[in-house]
Structure formats: C-alpha cells, structure tokens
C-alpha cells in the first residue's frame, strides 16, 4: 500500500505540532535540563569552596552510600510516608461512611471539613506550631485540663513528642482530601448491589469486604497513590514545624536536599541525591501507574 | 452526472483494514442508503466523503473534482451526525445558523434563511431555546435543519433515527424523504437499519466487511439478492434457510428439505438453474410471507406444500408470525391472523416456489 | 415505630459524630483566623486566650504599614500570570494529544510523570539555571517555573475535560466550513469552559500555595506570600501575630474560591480520576 503524504495531511501534521510544541519546550527547559545538568553535575566536585567541575566518577554517590544523614533522612520520609498514609485512609474512609447516607446539613459540613485541604502547607505548618505552643497554645492547655496538672510538653523540641507533631499537622491537613474522594466513590457504588447482597443475607462486614472495598478500590488506588508521592517529598509542614531538628530527627529527603543545596552548597553532592531521588520516585511512579491505571 | 465518485478506496486504521476497495457511483438527486451491519464499515465510508477521515488509496470526487486533498468545509457537504452534534452553549437560532456564519453569509440573509428552514422543519418556536430544553424529535429536527439551510450540493446522514424510539423514527423517515422531494438534492444515509433501508432508499448499497456486498433499487435486493448475506440481511423476521438435496422429480428438478421427508417441486424456470447441483445440497431461502396456509387442497398445490407441527404462535395485530421445525432448522412463516385457530398444533402450509432464493451452499451466492 | 426510632437515633449519633469532627478539624483555622486579631497581650497570654475581647486590626496594619502585605500582591501577580499561560498552552496540548494521538501514549504519560518528580529535585538545578541567566528573584523566573511546573496537571485534566466533548460536534464545525483553529475557538473551548474553569482554579492554588519554589528562587524583591510568613520565626521568638494575619491573607481568598468550587472539587484533586 502507497501512503503518500497528502496536502492536509501536511497540514494537519503541521498543526498538530504547532499545538503542543509550546508546552513541550517549556516542559523541555524545565523538566528535562534540570535532569541533564543534575547528572553531569553529580559527577563532579562543586562544593562552596571550589568549583572544580573536573570529572570525580562515583565519588559522591559513594559518599552518598556513606552519609548516615541522607539515609537517616530518607528512612524518615518512609516513616512518615507509611504512619500517615494509612492513618488518613482510615480516617477518611470512617468519615465518608459517616456522610454516605443523608444528614441534616450533610453538605455545609462536607464544604467545611474540606477546608483543610487547600490552605498551604506552610500556613498549616505555621498553624500547628501556634497549636502546638508549649505556652502560648491551646493544645498544652487542653491536655492539662484532663490530666488535671501544669505539663509543658516541648512539641517541637522534645524528641519523643515532635513525631505526633508532625502526623498531627499532616494528617489534619490531607485526611480531608482522602475522605473527599472515598466519599465520591462510596458515592458511586452501585446501590442495587448493596441491595441485592442485603437481600441475600450478607453480614455487614460481608457487603463492605466484599462489594464495596472492590468498587471503591480504584479510586482508593490513585487517592494512595497521590498522597504516597506527596508524603515522600514532604517539605513545608516539617519546614515550619522542627525544620528537620531537633538534631536530623525529623529531616526528610526535601529538607536534607534543602540543606545540602543551598545552605552548605554542595552542588555536585546535592545534585547525585537530587538523581537518587529521581531515579528511586520514577521506579516507584511507573509501578505504580501500571497498577493504578490512572488514565482509564 | 454522476455527483459523487468513488474509485478503489481504502481506509486503514493501523492495522484494520476498515474500507477495502469500494467502487460507487452516485447519481445526482439520489437518495442511497448505505447500509450494513455496525462496523461494517459504512460510517467510515460516509466520513470519507466529508473529509473528516483520510483516504489512504483510492480517490473521492465530487461533481468531478477530485476532493481527497479539500478540507471538509471545501467540499460543499452538509452532514447530519447521529447524535445530533448541537451545541449546548448555543440557542436552536444559532445552531442552525452556525454555518452559515462560518461562510460568511449576510446577517439579513441568515435570518430569512434559519426562519424558512424553521418553518419547513416546524421548529420555529424553538429558536430561541437551548438544546437541553428539547426533545429527541425536535433536537433531530434540529440538526436536519442545520444541515439543509446550507444548500450544500451533497448531504450526508449519519444514522440519524437512530437515537429516537420507533414511533418518532417512522415519523422522521416520512419527513426526510419528503426534505428529498422537495429539494431534490444528492442524499447519502448510512443506517443499520434494514426497515429504513428498504423504506427511504431509492438505491440501497449493502456494505459488508469493507465491501459492497450488492447494490441496487430496495426490490433488486429483496427480490433478486446476490448472496447469502443480502438475502438474510433484508426482511424481518429474516429470511428461513433450509438445506435441500436437488432430486429429480418428473419432467424437471425438485428438493427434498433436510431432515424430512418434505419435497418441494421447482418450477420450470428454477429447474434450469438447478439441475448441475443435481444430488448435491444447496439452501432454499423462503422468506415468511412466502408461506401462507394451504386451507382446502387443490391439485395446483400439489408438491408444494409442507406438514410443520406448531412451536410458537406470536400474534402482532396485523400479521401472525408461527415458528416450527423444518427438520433441525426452526423457521417462521407470516400468516394472516385468521388462518389460525387456537389449540392448533399443526399446519400445512404452501411454499411460493416462485420466488424462493435458492443459494449455492459453498460460495454462498445465489443460483 | 421501634425501626423508626432506631433510625432517627442514629442519625443523631451519625450528626453528633460530624459536629465533633467538624470542630476538630476547624478549630486549627478558628485558632489561626483569631490570633491575627488579638493583640499582642492576648497572643502572649497564659493560659491563652480563647475568644478575644474585640477584633483588632492592628496586626494587619502592620502588614500595610511595613509593605509585607506586598508578598501578597507577589503570589497574585506570580499565581494569576502562571495560571493564564499554563491554561493556554496546556489546553491546546491537551487538544492536540486527545484529537491527534500525538506523542501517543508515551508522551502522555511522560507528562503525568513530570508533575510526580519531587519539587526539590527540579529546583535545585532549575536555580543554578537562573543563576546564569540572572532570572533568580525576578516575576518573569517564577512565573516561568509555575507555568511549567503546572502544565502537566493542567494538560492531564483538560485531557479528561477534552475526551468527555463528543467528536461530532468538531465534525460538524468542520463540515459547516471552519478550520481547526476556528474549531478550537468556537468548540472545543466554549465546550469545556466549565473545565476550563475549574481547572485554572486548582492551578491557581497550586502556585498561589508553593513554597518551596518561591523560598529557592525569590530574595525581595518577589517573594510570595508564603515565604514572608516563614520570616516571621525568630531564632527565640516567633511574630505570632503577624505570622497568623499574613497566614489569613493567603488563605482567606483561597476558602472564597474553594466555596464556589465545590462542584468540581473531587475531580480536581484527584487529577481527573473520580469524575465527581
């Protein structure tokens, strides 16, 4: 078969690529150079002392290999990313049970609790240390009406207590965005099904295990899915609340890159963990897109 | 003239062969139906013309002009899709007079014309609302009117009845062929659907498997189909088929339908056509109305009539369908309401061998 | 009347529990809105002050007085300009890539991956960048940066926005005799305007919200929102009130938003993947 190339074929084609060629260059400049530059940099010896861009091998990500910090700092942003995740999931899915079936004011109440949400990090990270205040806030205060003495709990300082700090700020911020979309696909369930199975004789636990936990489970996927992403980078609620302290105890991958990049300025170290970084998130992203099927 | 011609075409999607070679020529101010079975590759074909897929090989022409390499809106087309494509942002006045818009035409003149393809179509009341606040009936007018206040020289419908429910169909059938009447113009209809074939077409064009399977005037190919396929494919209920050994039977030939000891005598005419199959098996394809009820014998009849024992009797008004065994094979004949009394278990029934179809059992084409 | 009563008690139970959660989930933005109007005496009270003698202004003033509130300003010149071009472009990929296959399936996913990589990684070598070409702290650097870190989210969700528009509709554009960019004018665009719409929302608040672009690329000159309200932890002693009065002016627009938003909320951020 001959495919010649016809007029508005020509033209299609042309037009076609004037569409997306804007988004791509930018995309190109700001996606893919960083990419470029991060790995020739890794291999050389920039420091804030010396910029030596002569070719060092592997020696910083031998270095890597070595520096307790860095995998200090990434076991936390596992930690956080495994403690959180599960707790916002849980809770958000008890809530959106809570809001499936009719409520007087169901709806000013699902508005609210979404607020959440959308406020920035940062300003929820500011948030929680006015909370968290071991004088001034309200949360100190709260406790010793209950536990009926004057306790000054460090927060943000004592090393058994900044980890609650940390999930409590996150998980008050993101249980919201889980509960918003386990209620919308708690929403979609097939009701004749849940009527069928009811009408059949299953227990309870039986219709939720068994019909409901497989159709909200795709949605319950990618909700995983882009929390777990957003957990591992990480950043401005640990920012605000301990910036990585006391000591390293509460650093995570972002915030050691942060420190390392632009307050020690150790490019061509910073930019081998920014590639680790990489190259770990992309085997993990594309597993688990496989998985998820965002696209459908 | 010819208006349209199509020559060799081909269309491919990857590796999907969708359009494989279709020869066709259009007459001007004819209404052909391009019909067949979905995926068939009808739809693809009517979007050829229009320019909304490419051709890969082969070429389209219109009013002799090649037009594989025009834009759509070149090609002097106007097309009605199957779901309406209105714009739900845009009152009915507009819709209609989107294209015109498009080719510039003067603001008086739109509205004289949107206001006389209105009236035409009874929608004029609706001009100034949305699509949503319409009915199915009226969004199909609708996008027909949008389509003729063009006065393109070729319009083309994409299956368009067949979102509305059968009592609005029969009236949308009625009122397109009466656009074609009125304005005389080249249609081109793409349907699955048989009973609009048969009933709007002045030519039908059966597509099969990117191929045309046959094509001519609605009785050529309900009378005289060339295959197998057209055959079943026109006529409902469809037509029975029964396989029948070619046996001798006096001067001429006769068959013995499959499984029973049924035989029916051809006569002369079909006789010549069948003695090479002579012991061998062929299909007789006899549509339901070919059946009727054979009351008193009369020696006229003789040889071709059959004994059917009673399987299901389906009462419709109008006509009675009775379902029954031909050896294997479950048939149905069409019979008048009356040729049956309640509790009857059987029937003899007479086969107008005229106008049988008698079918070669390899090839699949007709004898 | 027992089934009855069951029922209605426990939808009590079920209110009672949405009452308690609501005010748990609250009472962090009911702390934060309230200290920005107390006064220095009251933020510095113990035990702290639950519910202020009378709603002062004084720490916003401040804000005025000392040209902080112009961060604000910042985030909406950077967040409003990044949006508008990430909207434009993205949409008119999103088109191409829906209509025409372009790129196929690899390109698109290579899109949605971009938007996985973590911030950090990217600005670190995107500031050495801005370094040699001068771009750090100025509008036209974070604009460029928002722009581009949006455009997938943006090219992903009017792809979803694009599919849901029947085909036909362009096909009879182009059959009535207009040209592909005319379709995409007066089709594609006013079809999805809703889309459009809810999407440019959602890319908005994700600039208008970064933080860690902002604190990398800006210095004065620029710098958004969010990052002057980091300025204000001491080393000591945080400026409760000018933390929490410079918090509520970046986040009182955005609940504004959010509330004519709800419709399109789901949709949103799940990246296009519940339908809502």
Redesign the interface.
Known sequence: MLKKLSLPKIRKLGFKYQLIAPSIIILLIIGLFPLVYTLVVSFQGITMMDNDTSFHGIKNYVAIADDTRFWGALFHTVMFTVIALPIELFLGLFMAQLFIEKLPGRQIFIALLVLPVVVAPIVSGATWSLLLDNRFGPINQIINWFMGEELTLLWTINPTLVYPAIFLAEVWQWTPFMFLLLLAALSAVDKAQLEAAAIDGASYWMIFTKITLPSIWPVMAVAILIRGLDLFRLFDIVWALTKGGPGTMTETISTFTYVKGFQQFETSYTGAVALLIIIILSFVVIGALRKVELSR | MADLRISGL?K?YGSMHAVKGIDLEIPSGEFTVLVGQSGCGKSTLL?TI???E????GTVQISGQTV??????DRD???V???Y?L???MKIFDNIA??LR??KVEKTEINKKVDHVSKMLSIDHLLDRYPRQLSGGQLQRVAIG?AIV?EARIY?FDEPLSNLDAQLRDEMRGEIKRLHKELGKTMIYVTHDQIEAMTMADRIVLIRDGKIEQQGTPSDLYDRPKTKYVAGFLGSPSMNFITARVVTQGLGYGLILENTAAQLKMPENVSQRIGEYLGSNILIGIRPEHFSLNNESKPEDSGTTIEVSIDLVQPTGARTYVSFKIGQVTAVAELNPRDIRQNESNLTLNVDVNRCVLINKDTEFSI | MNAKLKKNFKTGLRLAGAVVLTILFLFPIYWLFMISFKTADEIYAYPPVWWPESLQFSNYAVLFKDGDAATVGNSLIVAGTSTVFAMILGTTCAYSIVRFKTGGDHLANWIISQRMIPPIAIVFPVFILYVWFGLVDTYFGLILLYTAFNLPYVIWMMRGYILDIPISLEHAALVDGYTRWQVLWKVIFPMCRAGLFATAIFTFVFAWNDFIFALVLTRTEVATYTVQVTHYFGGQSNFWGKISAMSVLGTLPIFFIVAFMQKYLVRGISLGAVKG
């Open positions: 081909h491919y979007r229009a320019g909304l490419e051709i890969d090989q594989n390499d025009l834009a759509p809106k087309i106007a097309m899709f199957q779901n494509a714009y739900p942002y989107f294209g498009a080719r949008r063009r083309l």
